[in-house]
């Protein structure tokens, strides 16, 4: 039996807002943040954070040091509000020049 299809919205601004994302909003969401393990790293991606997540609860962070201990990975989690935040949010990390990746 095929999975169901998710139900349709039903007014134009929760259609276009469901072609962009499949997330319903609000939402926990996770982000972890590769780079450069140079020193404040974790504070640079932090503040990046804090600047999209009014209330981010700095208890969520944590870091691991690569194998070779070259990059450093920083997870955080927050609660999502809308798409437009997290496509700001993803360009100000990306933006940034010791930040690898964020996912």
């Known amino acids: 039996m095929a999975d169901a299809l998710p139900e349709k919205p039903q007014t134009?601004?929760?259609v276009a807002a469901y072609k962009d994302t499949l997330f319903e909003f609000p939402?926990?969401?996770?982000l972890k943040v590769a780079g450069k393990n140079i020193p404040g790293f974790e504070k640079t991606v932090i503040e990046i954070v804090s600047r999209h997540v009014l209330d981010f609860d700095h208890?969520?962070?944590t870091s691991r040091e690569s194998k070779g201990g070259k990059y450093l990975a920083v997870s955080v989690s927050f609660v999502a509000q809308s798409k437009p935040q997290l496509d700001a949010?993803?360009?100000?990390?990306?933006?940034?020049?010791?930040?690898v990746w964020a996912l």
Do not use: N
Request: charged share 25%; proline share 5%; net charge negative.
């Open 27 to 30: 939402t926990e969401y996770p």
């Open 59 to 61: 208890a969520t962070v």
């Open 89 to 99: 949010l993803y360009q100000d990390l990306t933006d940034h020049v010791d930040i």
């Open 12 to 14: 134009a601004a929760k």
